[in-house]
């Protein structure tokens, strides 16, 4: 019950780029489907990008050619790399365990961070 920890937000022009990371101490981070949700406002938190244990990865149609999520050589953190940063991308960034129910999900949101994309 372990909140995750986002960083590597911060504010870029429109085409620029970002790397986020999304850590965690436990154990079993690598055994779990890890995603990328962002929440922007007066909006719903949104799964943008997702990579299950197996190296399966899904992606956001929004963000699909831009964004790419990986898991790390410690197994215990996942990066997404956002390329062609255009403003609709502003939002409050943050990782999750897509594959857990939403109730248990609840209990490992983190601050996120926060990424703005502005000229």
């Known amino acids: 019950q372990v909140p995750l920890v986002e960083s590597g937000g911060g504010l870029v022009q429109p085409g620029g780029s970002l790397r986020l990371s999304c850590a965690a101490s436990?154990?079993?981070?690598?055994?779990?489907?890890i995603g990328w949700y962002r929440q922007a406002p007066g909006k719903e938190r949104e799964l943008v990008a997702a990579?299950?244990?197996?190296?399966?990865?899904n992606y956001a149609d929004s963000v699909k050619g831009r964004f790419t999520i990986s898991r790390g050589n410690a197994k215990n953190t996942v990066y997404l790399q956002m390329n062609s940063l255009q403003p609709e991308d502003t939002a409050v960034y943050y990782c999750?365990?897509?594959?857990?129910?939403?109730?248990?999900?609840?209990?490992?949101w983190g601050q996120g961070t926060q990424v703005t994309v502005s000229s």
């Open positions: 999750n365990y897509p594959g857990l129910s939403a109730r248990l999900r609840n209990d490992y």
């Open positions: 436990r154990s079993t981070f690598s055994t779990y489907a």
């Open positions: 990579i299950s244990s197996a190296g399966l990865i």
